[in-house]
């Protein structure tokens, strides 16, 4: 049975940092694409970054440069990184996770991509 299981620091100021974690059981981590998704209030959800078990990483066009994506294999460990938040950034992000390799392509950036989900975890961004 697939778990993901994200946590971390959910408050902070405008042009402060994050670190976000998803731990995830009952998936061979190393050959899985995964992603980090956030839905802001009243809004679809949308990919905010992916990293495929080749290590291609994608970034949505708003958080290149300021987040990072990462992983650790050996900890079944999914990691992002929000540098310089705004105020835009705040949303519920969710991890998730698939065991389809997409070839690096946009597709990783898609809800429908993956059918593993974490719980969810609130990031708010204040002034």
């Known amino acids: 049975q697939v778990q993901l299981m994200e946590s971390g620091e959910t408050s902070v100021q405008t042009g402060g940092s994050l670190r976000l974690s998803c731990r995830a059981t009952?998936?061979?981590?190393?050959?899985?694409?995964l992603g980090w998704f956030r839905q802001p209030p009243g809004k679809e959800r949308e990919g905010v970054a992916s990293?495929?078990?080749?290590?291609?990483?994608r970034y949505m066009d708003s958080v290149k440069g300021r987040f990072t994506i990462s992983k650790d294999n050996a900890k079944n460990t999914l990691m992002l990184q929000l540098d310089s938040l705004k105020s835009e950034d705040t949303a519920m992000y969710y991890c998730?996770?698939?065991?389809?390799?997409?070839?690096?392509?946009?597709?990783?950036?898609?809800?429908?991509?993956?059918?593993?989900w974490g719980q969810g975890t609130q990031v708010t961004v204040s002034s």
């Open positions: 998730a996770a698939d065991p389809r390799y997409y070839g690096g392509s946009w597709q990783t950036l898609l809800p429908t991509s993956y059918n593993s």
């Open positions: 990293i495929e078990a080749d290590g291609v990483r």
């Open positions: 009952g998936i061979t981590f190393s050959t899985y694409s």
